[in-house]
């Protein structure tokens, strides 16, 4: 059974820290692994990596894929409050008629 | 960017009255659409996968009878809650994957009250 694990589960931070967020997986058909923020609605796309070690960016957003460690990571540099949220983690398979596995999430609060 | 409108946001309605959700892809065509359930502070649940032009395929302990899936075109998909009950309360949500391999767009819930 495929399998995504995400961790931590929950953090929490001050305004300005750089948290970093964790993500592996066990999947027999791996096509891309997406990462969403979801807050107080449905989840919003932020990345979809397909190849190792091409980091991709968004402001002070960006990840990181280890095909050979079947992991990615999520960083967030000088959090602000509004980065609040509950960060997924989600295996692609490699049919476009697959479903996709999603991890638990790990929710982030950040202080003022 | 893609969009997937859901529609309705919200809704209330009294016990055994059915519900009818849409979901449509606004500037993609989406073969495959998914269909989420959401507990408060719980990840999503993958109720089932909708097929444009074929049978849902649904996720063991989902019943079928129950969650109607209809996925008539390549932009519109409608998730019906029959005879709904105030255990059927919930977020659900819809998304769709462009075709190609590319992302899974969310729509932006629906939450379903039932009195």
């Known amino acids: 059974e495929d399998k995504v694990v995400q961790s931590p589960l929950s953090l929490v931070v001050h305004e300005g820290d750089t948290v970093t967020l964790n993500c592996s997986y066990e999947?027999?058909?791996?096509?891309?692994l997406l990462w969403y923020k979801q807050e107080k609605k449905a989840p919003t796309f932020l990345f979809m990596l397909t190849s190792s070690g091409i980091e991709k960016k968004s402001g002070r957003l960006s990840s990181i894929l280890d095909k050979k460690e079947l992991s990615s990571i999520l960083n967030i540099t000088a959090t602000q409050t509004g980065d609040s949220a509950i960060y997924l983690c989600?295996?692609?398979?490699?049919?476009?008629?697959?479903?996709?596995?999603f991890g638990d999430g790990t929710t982030l609060t950040v202080k003022p | 960017g893609a969009v997937v409108s859901q529609h309705p946001s919200w809704v209330i309605c009294k016990s055994g009255t059915s519900v009818k959700i849409e979901c449509r892809s606004l500037?993609?065509?989406?073969?495959?659409m998914f269909w989420y359930r959401q507990f408060p502070k719980q990840s999503l649940m993958l109720m089932a996968t909708s097929n444009e032009g074929s049978k849902a395929t649904y996720e063991q302990g989902v019943e079928k009878d129950k969650f109607l899936i209809n996925h008539a075109s390549l932009t519109l998909s409608t998730l019906t809650v029959t005879s709904a009950h105030p255990e059927d309360s919930s977020f659900y949500i819809c998304s769709a994957r462009e075709s190609g391999g590319g992302p899974q767009h969310f729509g932006d819930g629906t939450r379903l009250s039932i009195l």
């Open positions: 500037d993609f065509q989406a073969t495959t």
């Open positions: 989600a295996v692609f398979p490699g049919t476009n008629a697959g479903k996709s596995t």
């Open positions: 999947v027999t058909n791996f096509r891309s």
